[in-house]
């Protein structure tokens, strides 16, 4: 019932930007938290960027100062605004919803070549 759809994704050469979205469809109870995963191939999925109802935000380490993440807690969205690039940052990026339940997107790919 409840669904996650991911959209933005896409090829961008180093240096550049893009801008990843997370609409959810369904009804759910008070979010608490939302986050952007991302998987390369070979590797663990690991944390991004979250941020929670409050608006307490976090960034990992390889990517603060670079991306930026913001939510609508009305409509149950979640965006990253990622800039300046890097080839390392090339994986399936997924979205997170929690309220006493865990939900996932499917995934957006995001490719930056050299």
């Known amino acids: 019932q409840v669904q996650l759809v991911e959209s933005g994704g896409g090829l961008v050469q180093a240096g550049g930007s893009l801008r990843l979205s997370c609409a959810a469809s369904?009804?759910?109870?008070?979010?608490?938290?939302m986050g952007w995963y991302r998987q390369a191939p070979g590797k663990q999925r690991e944390l991004v960027a979250s941020?929670?109802?409050?608006?307490?935000?976090s960034y990992a380490d390889s990517v603060k100062g670079r991306f930026t993440i913001s939510r609508d807690n009305t409509k149950n969205t979640v965006d990253l605004q990622m800039s300046s690039l890097k080839p390392e940052d090339t994986a399936i990026y997924y979205c997170?919803?929690?309220?006493?339940?865990?939900?996932w997107g499917q995934g957006t790919q995001v490719t930056v070549s050299s």
């Open positions: 941020i929670t109802r409050t608006g307490t935000i």
């Open positions: 369904g009804r759910m109870f008070t979010i608490t938290l």
């Open positions: 997170n919803f929690k309220d006493y339940r865990d939900f």
